[in-house]
């Protein structure tokens, strides 16, 4: 029944921006955080930002603090990663997950990107030097 969807991914130049979508159905976000993760190939997925409006917490990991920015349109259920001064480091699958606000640390668990909830299928972002 829940779902959430990724878009906007594509080619940027370095210095570039781009602006990815998760559309999210089946829950709310006054009941859920939202996650932004992203994998690089061969390398592990890391979480990139983590926030709940209901709880007024917002993480960004530090290479992309500044640069980042995650903001949501609770009345169309959707979440944005703003993404500018891209760098070709930043290429990668971006992924947004959700994590229920009861039981265990929803922070911890995505900041630790694992055991989220319910995860997205992705989007490619590939920045270009």
């Known amino acids: 029944q829940v779902q959430l969807v990724e878009s906007g991914g594509g080619l940027a130049q370095s210095g570039g921006s781009l602006r990815l979508s998760c559309v999210a159905s089946g829950i709310t976000f006054d009941t859920y955080a939202i996650g932004w993760f992203r994998q690089a190939p061969g390398k592990d997925r890391e979480a990139i930002s983590c926030?709940?409006?209901?709880?007024?917490?917002?993480y960004y990991r530090e290479v992309v603090r500044g640069r980042f920015t995650i903001s949501g349109d609770n009345a169309e259920n959707t979440v944005y990663l703003q993404m500018n001064n891209l760098k070709p480091e930043d290429t990668a699958v971006y992924y947004c997950?959700?994590?229920?606000?009861?039981?265990?640390?929803?922070?911890?668990?995505?900041?630790?990107?694992?055991?989220?909830?319910?995860w997205g299928k992705g989007t490619l972002v590939t920045v270009s030097s």
């Open positions: 926030v709940s409006s209901h709880q007024g917490i917002t």
């Open positions: 997950a959700a994590a229920s606000l009861t039981g265990n640390s929803w922070f911890r668990r995505c900041e630790g990107s694992f055991d989220m909830d319910y």
